[in-house]
């Protein structure tokens, strides 16, 4: 049995050890950016998407090609056949250090890998950096601010970055995570350090938009492909 004082220590020593870790996990969860994509209420999904400051691009608006749709586990993305649908938000983003996103594959496309030079994904989430111009290297191509592609694979190195065919100084495109089929996953990734160390950079510039993104344009097969995502936060 304790005396009076000792249960007073042990109480003291339990409060201050409390206090630390509810101020680790309050440090460690610092969010200064989150978008979440399982309030879906009422509208079509474009709409909805709208209102979250999202607009289509490429074959995101062609439902013959991509399906936009909305579930319990978040916003849908899927692919008819081959296509590429990309919805661009802008964001001002200033404080971050690390991403986490909330997301998973029902289908990949046929034939998926940018180890093999198949550059085709069933889920990607693009983060633009700054607003300085970079060439795409082509005159047919707008140039872009930096930007990092960040996918699920099933079978790619995970942390590799990998250049596409346009976009070579200014993108690049990295599998953070190996996905099951069909299970929601949580993915964390070093933002800030990863855009330092792709781009040779001493610092990294605000973030200026967010994109989300399925292409299957060099899938083989019938280029067919299925996602989801519920949530994108960014953390310092």
């Not at 938000?89 to 046929?110: A, E, L, N, Q």
């Amino acid at each position: 049995m304790f005396t009076s004082g000792a249960r007073t220590v042990v109480i003291w020593m339990l409060i201050v050890v409390s206090a630390v870790l509810l101020t680790g996990t309050a440090h460690a969860s610092s969010i200064t950016y989150d978008v979440l994509f399982t309030d879906y209420v009422s509208g079509s999904t474009l709409q909805w998407l709208a209102k979250k400051g999202f607009q289509p691009k490429r074959d995101a608006t062609n439902g013959n090609k991509v399906v936009l749709s909305h579930a319990e586990n978040g916003l849908v993305l899927q692919t008819k056949k081959q296509a590429a649908g990309l919805l661009l938000s802008p964001v001002d983003i200033h404080t971050y250090s690390k991403i986490r996103i909330k997301w998973g594959v029902d289908d990949f496309p046929p034939g998926a890998s940018y180890a093999k030079g198949i550059r085709s994904e069933s889920i990607m989430v693009y983060v633009f950096f700054g607003t300085e111009k970079i060439s795409s290297g082509s005159v047919l191509i707008p140039n872009s601010p930096y930007f990092i592609g960040l996918s699920l694979c099933d079978s790619d190195p995970i942390g590799k970055g990998f250049q596409g065919r346009y976009f070579k100084a200014g993108g690049r495109y990295i599998c953070i995570d190996q996905a099951p089929k069909g299970k929601e996953i949580t993915t964390d990734f070093p933002i800030e350090e990863t855009f330092k160390l792709m781009f040779g950079k001493s610092a990294a510039p605000a973030i200026s938009g967010i994109g989300i993104g399925i292409d299957t344009e060099h899938a083989k097969g019938n280029g067919v492909a299925k996602s989801f995502i519920s949530e994108i936060e960014f953390l310092k």
